[in-house]
């Protein structure tokens, strides 16, 4: 199966029937800040974005939301139906996620509290949005409540999880890649005086190769990382990303392959005339930009749940 088929399986199996009634909600919320319309406008409502207990997958699912004494609330009423929601499964065995409210996005922890601590917070609830009340009547289950921890650091900025320091490594070679491209064109067009830089001060074709050989070298070690490092930790945590991993390390040899490519175009681009070099650069990124898509999309909720990545020296 292409891996891209295989994600759609993997994601759709078990949740179609709540992804077809929450994408339109989730839609909606993203394109107006925070402001849904239909059967829930008006309403407090989030988004949380899960990682899937069974599948290491993102599930994002739309949840009301409660503000109590400067706590964050999520209420898993499901509508006042017999089980809890499906959000609040994947809260319980993985409960590091990501908040979407109004504009803001940030990473989180979640705490379930139970007993008489559970009970104190249900009241303070219930007097804020009684409507929860109404739902409690309807269902023989107690609704779980659980507070949102927005994660900080020492110095008070907002914590980024694993997931998006993954998501920042890739930016940061898109746009190497992005400027090596432009380069390429600037040696074509003969405007070699925008290659070469103080910090660049090598002939042209020189500095160029330069260039090449860093984005190549970090992308090398960047994808040799994830198969020594983070893949069997996943692996580990997440037995069901086993088949999808293993996509990633085939085309992680895939990517090795179009790298020695990129790097022979430019070491001798002198060789090549400027249209044929220009279109396999193109073809070669496009195929890069693919496997970073599918990377971000199947791993990036799965390293969230791992916690936070470490801070950044200043």
Not at 41 to 47: D, F, I, S
Not at 84 to 98: C, E, M, Q, R
Not at 188 to 199: C, K, N, V
Request: negative net charge; charged residues 25%; contains cysteine.
């Amino acid at each position: 199966m292409d891996p891209k088929e295989r994600i759609q399986t993997v994601t759709l199996e078990g949740y179609a029937a709540a992804t077809e009634f929450n994408q339109p909600i989730i839609d909606d919320f993203r394109a107006n800040d925070g402001k849904v319309s239909g059967m829930f406008e008006g309403a407090a409502l989030a988004l949380l974005t899960t990682v899937g207990a069974r599948t290491g997958l993102p599930r994002t699912s739309p949840v009301g939301w409660v503000e109590v004494d400067g706590d964050q609330v999520a209420v898993a009423s499901a509508g006042g139906g017999p089980v809890n929601p499906s959000w609040y499964h994947n809260i319980v065995a993985n409960p590091w996620l990501t908040v979407e409210v109004d504009t803001d996005k940030y990473q989180a922890l979640a705490e379930i509290p139970h007993g008489s601590a559970r009970e104190e917070l249900w009241q303070k609830v219930i007097a804020v949005a009684p409507g929860y009340a109404d739902y409690q009547k309807q269902t023989s289950r107690e609704i779980p409540l659980v507070i949102i921890k927005p994660q900080e650091g020492p110095n008070g900025a907002r914590l980024r999880g694993i997931g998006a320091e993954l998501q920042e490594v890739h930016d940061w070679l898109r746009k190497e890649m992005a400027e090596l491209r432009d380069q390429v064109d600037d040696y074509l067009a003969g405007r070699t005086s925008a290659i070469r830089t103080p910090q660049s001060p090598e002939d042209p074709a020189t500095a160029l190769r330069t260039h090449c050989m860093t984005f190549c070298q970090a992308l090398n070690v960047h994808h040799t990382g994830e198969d020594d490092h983070a893949f069997p930790v996943l692996q580990q945590r997440f037995p069901a990303l086993t088949p999808i991993l293993d996509d990633l390390r085939a085309e992680h040899v895939v990517v090795a392959r179009i790298n020695k490519q990129i790097e022979a175009l430019v070491t001798d681009v002198d060789s090549w005339d400027g249209e044929t070099l220009r279109a396999e650069l193109d073809r070669l990124t496009t195929e890069l930009e693919t496997h970073l898509k599918y990377e971000e999309e199947t791993l990036s909720a799965a390293l969230n749940a791992m916690g936070p990545a470490p801070q950044r020296r200043p």
